[in-house]
């Protein structure tokens, strides 16, 4: 009886981890995000600026912010990493993954 119970399991198994590949090679890529509100994706995906570039990208991020020195001390620590700076002065992370993806020791957002 044991040894039946096993072999039903492991066939059991093997259904689901056939199945399971099936599944994963049906699945379509991840759609990129779309520009919207007018933000220019030059510099806003992934590689996409020049290290020299990050500081014109990081004084735009920071332009509203009250912490402007640790807002660009992160901002140009990200970008020299992931070479890309979200569009606008808040949010929109989204366009850049690394950036958004880098969090601090406790879980929070690396980058502003």
């Known amino acids: ?3 039946d ?3 039903l399991c492991f066939l059991l198994m093997m259904f689901l ?3 399971d590949s099936h599944a994963t090679i049906a699945e379509s890529p991840t759609p990129q995000p779309q520009p919207s509100g007018g933000f220019p994706m030059y510099g ?3 590689g ?3 290290p020299q570039e990050c500081g014109d990208r990081c004084t735009m991020r920071c ?3 009250a912490f402007k020195k640790p807002c660009m001390f992160f901002c140009q620590k990200c970008c020299a990493k992931c070479l890309c700076v979200p569009p606008g002065t808040y949010g929109n992370k989204q366009f850049c ?3 958004n993806n880098w969090k ?3 879980g929070g957002p690396k980058c502003p």
Request: hydrophobic share 35%; with cysteine; aromatic share 8%.
């Open 1 to 3: 009886m044991r040894r």
């Open 5 to 7: 119970s096993l072999v």
């Open 17 to 19: 981890l056939v199945f």
């Open 44 to 46: 806003a995906t992934p």
């Open 48 to 50: 996409s600026l020049q």
């Open 63 to 65: 332009s509203k912010t």
């Open 97 to 99: 993954p690394c950036y």
């Open 104 to 106: 601090t020791k406790r």
